[in-house]
């Protein structure tokens, strides 16, 4: 069964509207979680690393302040998109480091995100 | 830093053989992953290799020279459902997880 949920698997919303997406890992405590967007036809890019109890690290162009990220709890890390627009429109997925090795790092299904 | 090269896409026919290429530049080898991603889906885990050769798992082979910075997944008696992307991604060499992906190979399985 899946390992890690994201939540919600789509959303619509309006441009300047802010959007939450939930992470969570349901079996193992993930202490270090990775956001990734894709936009379509491209391949996945690194936003940014969770950190549980830590700020965020985030790769180089992507605004901190622009997706907010929270890790509050071990199996719990939130994106949010503030004042969305319409190039935010992406596929957004997150990841947790293996529970026992490289091998097994899982993805969680997606959000798709579609700002009007 | 990391640079990965893939072919964009490929097309194959259902019940052949279909090979798909991945040349790499890192810094720092600490292996290399290959992912499956169905369009709308999350990728899923297919192989990794860390050590040189040619590694077999049912209809799915992967193959690694760290020497040459190249690898190649090899996909037998092709399926319909075997239509998605292969997405090579090389794992960071500080936070280990950190994956850098390779712009994808989109195949396409005819008839």
């Known amino acids: 069964g899946a390992v890690v949920s994201q939540h919600p698997s789509w959303v619509i919303c309006k441009s300047g509207t802010s959007v939450k997406i939930e992470c969570r890992s349901l079996d193992f405590q993930a202490t270090t979680m990775f956001w990734y967007r894709q936009f379509p036809k491209q391949s996945l890019m690194l936003m940014a690393t969770s950190n549980e109890g830590s700020k965020a690290t985030y790769e180089q162009g992507v605004e901190k302040d622009k997706f907010l990220i929270n890790h509050a709890s071990l199996t719990l890390s939130t994106l949010t998109v503030t004042s969305a627009h319409p190039e935010d429109s992406s596929f957004y997925i997150c990841s947790t480091e293996g529970a026992k090795s490289q091998e097994t790092q899982y993805f969680g299904p997606g959000t798709r995100l579609l700002v009007l | 830093g990391q640079n990965i090269d893939q072919p964009t896409e490929m097309t194959a026919t259902e019940g052949a053989i279909v090979q798909i290429n991945c040349t790499y530049q890192?810094?720092?080898?600490?292996?290399l992953f290959w992912y499956q991603q169905h369009a709308g889906e999350a990728p899923t885990f297919l192989s990794y290799?860390?050590?040189?050769g040619l590694e077999e798992k049912g209809r799915f082979s992967s193959f690694l020279s760290r020497s040459k910075g190249y690898s190649y997944l090899l996909l037998k008696e092709l399926q319909m459902k075997d239509s998605a992307s292969y997405l090579c991604?090389?794992?960071?060499?500080?936070?280990?997880?950190?994956?850098?992906f390779g712009t994808g190979t989109r195949l396409q399985v005819t008839l």
């Open positions: 290799n860390v050590l040189d």
């Open positions: 890192t810094s720092g080898f600490n292996g």
């Open positions: 991604a090389l794992p960071g060499t500080g936070t280990a997880s950190k994956l850098t």
